[in-house]
């Protein structure tokens, strides 16, 4: 009788096909072939990896960089891209976040609306506050790097109170956003960042800069998040296919501390 446990069937000693149950013995040479064969990658396995969930990560970034490209060039011009980006790219950034299926299809779209939207409002932020991007670009890259390197190293790791916190954290985060925003669109502020122009308690330090770092602070953990979904995927074997949810994350959370850096340098100069 056929076991029924995989670790077992798929083993020629336990009656895998074409091997002892079939009466064939393997050979110092069949050994020696199976030794030196390639080990098996995410397509034959169909199980998530570091390597293919890389692959998909950086197909994402080079859509939207070349996005951000096209919405640099265009916005001068004319805002659509920018409006268009944003627009499509939250309502795809909810529809991702919500699926219970990774699509490759709609995390790419998100990739270019998204993509618009970094190009349209780093050319508008350059033109008032000229170096402003590159300054961005910059923090961004130093974020990620050192995040990445502390948690590979183990020195940084989620857990249950940090991510509780960071929950909290970002729900006051988005609270204070929606006010600031319906102050800034209803003529209640007219400051250029709204309550972030604010002195913060006669300190003359903009109220946007704590704000700004907060945020940075949290996207840093955010990133951790990521990082650590990731590694409990591979590590638990999930399908290939949730190398896409790895990538999604890691492109809305680079995108989020990208924007947060701009607004934090353009209002350290305003």
């Known amino acids: 009788m056929a076991s029924s446990n995989p670790a077992f069937s798929r083993n020629a000693a336990f009656g895998a096909p074409g091997a002892v149950a079939a009466g064939k013995v393997l050979s110092d ?11 098996a990658g995410s397509q034959e396995t169909d199980r998530m990896t570091y390597d293919d969930t890389i692959r998909k990560t950086v197909l994402s ?8 490209a096209l919405g640099w060039v265009i916005t001068p011009v004319t805002m ?4 268009l980006g944003a627009v499509v790219g939250l309502v795809l950034g909810f529809v991702n976040a919500f699926k219970k299926e990774p699509s490759p299809a709609l995390i790419l779209a998100y990739a270019a609306a998204e993509g618009l939207f970094v190009g349209g409002i780093s050319v508008v932020f350059e033109q008032m506050y000229g170096g402003v991007v590159t300054q961005a670009v910059l ?3 130093v974020v990620v790097g050192v995040t990445l390197a502390l948690f590979a190293s183990g020195k940084v790791r989620a857990s249950k109170r ?20 319906g102050l800034m669109a209803f003529g209640a502020n007219t400051n250029a960042f709204g ?26 953990y955010s990133l951790v998040l990521d990082f650590d979904y990731i590694q409990r ?7 290939r296919k949730y190398g896409w949810t790895g990538a999604f994350g890691i492109m809305v959370t680079v995108v989020w501390l990208y924007v947060e850096l701009l607004r934090l340098f353009a209002i350290s100069r305003n």
């Open 233 to 239: 995927g591979v590590n638990n074997r999930a399908p």
């Open 29 to 39: 040479s069949d050994l020696q072939g199976m030794f030196n064969a390639p080990s």
């Open 195 to 220: 309550l972030r122009s604010a002195d913060f308690m006669g300190t003359g330090i903009p109220f946007g800069v704590i704000i700004g770092l907060l945020a940075v602070v949290m996207a840093a």
């Open 162 to 181: 940090a991510t509780k916190v960071f929950m909290i954290a970002m729900i006051g985060y988005g609270v204070f956003s929606l006010i600031n925003f």
């Open 61 to 68: 970034f080079v859509i939207l960089l070349a996005a951000a």
């Open 80 to 83: 659509i891209p920018l409006i």
């Open 139 to 141: 923090a961004t890259l």
